[in-house]
């Protein structure tokens, strides 16, 4: 059975930053494309950043250089680093790789 389990949200105030995990059972990160993603309320999920099998990422316009993507293959845990939060940012964020999805984790961003 495959999991991918989502972790790492929270409240953090504006400006703050951080680490949403994303570990894997019975699949490997190592063979998939693997993404992240979130939905605001009220709003349809957006693409917040992607990696590519060779590493290739992408990011939406208004996270660049801000969160970084990342995956550790020992642990085969994606990871993406959120820093310089903004309220905006506020959303339920979920994982992602190859067709499975991870349940989402809240992240709230405070003004």
């Known amino acids: 059975e495959v999991q991918l389990q989502a972790s790492g949200g929270g409240l953090v105030e504006s400006g703050g930053s951080l680490r949403l995990s994303c570990a894997a059972s019975?699949?490997?990160?190592?063979?998939?494309?693997i993404g992240w993603f979130r939905q605001a309320p009220g709003k349809e999920r957006e693409t917040v950043s992607c990696?590519?099998?060779?590493?290739?990422?992408y990011y939406v316009d208004s996270v660049k250089g801000r969160f970084t993507i990342s995956r550790d293959s020992a642990k085969n845990t994606v990871y993406l680093q959120m820093n310089s939060l903004k309220p905006e940012d506020t959303a339920v964020y979920y994982c992602?790789?190859?067709?499975?999805w991870g349940q989402g984790t809240q992240v709230t961003v405070s003004s």
């Open positions: 992602a790789g190859g067709t499975y």
């Open positions: 019975g699949f490997s990160f190592n063979d998939h494309a």
């Open positions: 990696r590519t099998r060779g590493g290739t990422t």
